[in-house]
């Protein structure tokens, strides 16, 4: 099956700011996209999500006013914009296509995962 691919993520100092970027190809341009992360030993979270015609997003508490989701279809990019990093952010952040029918905030409603891309977060 067809992969995402992440890039962006990378050491910052907190309070920084880091954009992550979501490969998905012309073909996912018509799904909503979900970002996600883990942190070593933690579960796969829940981060937001986007619609598929990008009008409207959906975030999880711990990131809310923090960070944006959007998406350029004439690239076929979504983005995690990611301000005030704070040391829990630390994490590798995933993004994911949502399944037709799945959940919209758990990992089980999505597919075509990429491998991720690492966040650091330290002083």
């Known amino acids: 099956q067809v992969q995402l691919v992440e890039s962006g993520g990378g050491l910052v100092q907190p309070g920084g700011s880091l954009r992550l970027s979501c490969a998905t190809s012309?073909?996912?341009?018509?799904?909503?996209i979900g970002w996600f992360r883990q942190a070593p030993g933690k579960e796969r979270e829940f981060v937001g999500t986007?619609?598929?015609?990008?009008?409207?997003?959906h975030y999880e508490d711990y990131v809310k006013g923090r960070f944006t989701i959007s998406r350029d279809k004439a690239v076929n990019t979504v983005y995690l914009q990611m301000n005030d990093l704070k040391p829990e952010d630390t994490a590798v952040y995933y993004c994911?296509?949502?399944?037709?029918?799945?959940?919209?905030?758990?990992?089980?409603?999505?597919?075509?995962w990429g491998q991720g891309t690492r966040v650091t977060v330290s002083s």
């Open positions: 994911a296509v949502n399944r037709p029918g799945g959940s919209f905030y758990k990992p089980e409603g999505y597919d075509n």
């Open positions: 012309g073909q996912f341009n018509d799904y909503s």
């Open positions: 986007i619609s598929r015609s990008g009008g409207s997003t």
